[in-house]
């Protein structure tokens, strides 16, 4: 699924229950974690929840990652895995993802600790998108 698609299939759900729903299911789509990354180096600091991304670089592209313990935190990851596919690194380091997030009004229906997480998952990508330049 592309982010253009993402949003309006988001944008058609009528309340934030059928929302939550839909974020847990794309996080259950999530790729498996390879156990190989499961290691402090891909951990990621800041969340409450454990949070592993790992990226790994293919043609000027990443091929992305994510796991957590949490549900709904792995639905946020697929989230931003859908917002940076196909992007281009420089790109990755350099898109507004805060702005697509406001778009999506998560910052009202998520706690700030949350929130919070989520930031520290997008430095997370941003920097180890960096390490490939």
Avoid at 18 to 42: H, Q
Avoid at 49 to 57: H, Q
Avoid at 92 to 116: A, G, V
């Amino acid at each position: 699924m592309d982010k253009n698609k993402f949003i309006k299939n988001f944008s058609y759900l009528s309340n934030w229950e059928e929302k939550y729903l839909y974020i847990i299911e794309l996080g259950k789509r999530l790729a498996p974690f390879p156990d190989r990354f499961k290691k402090s180096e891909y951990l990621v600091p800041g969340c409450q929840n454990l949070v592993w991304i790992a990226l790994l670089y293919n043609k000027n592209h990443l091929k992305f990652y994510g796991d957590s313990n949490s549900i709904i935190v792995k639905g946020l990851i697929a989230i931003l895995f859908i917002f940076y596919q196909n992007l281009k690194i420089s790109e990755i380091i350099t898109c507004n993802t805060y702005l697509d997030l406001k778009n999506l009004c998560l910052s009202e229906h998520l706690t700030p600790s949350r929130m919070q997480g989520l930031g520290a998952i997008i430095s997370f990508i941003k920097k180890s998108a960096r390490s490939f330049l």
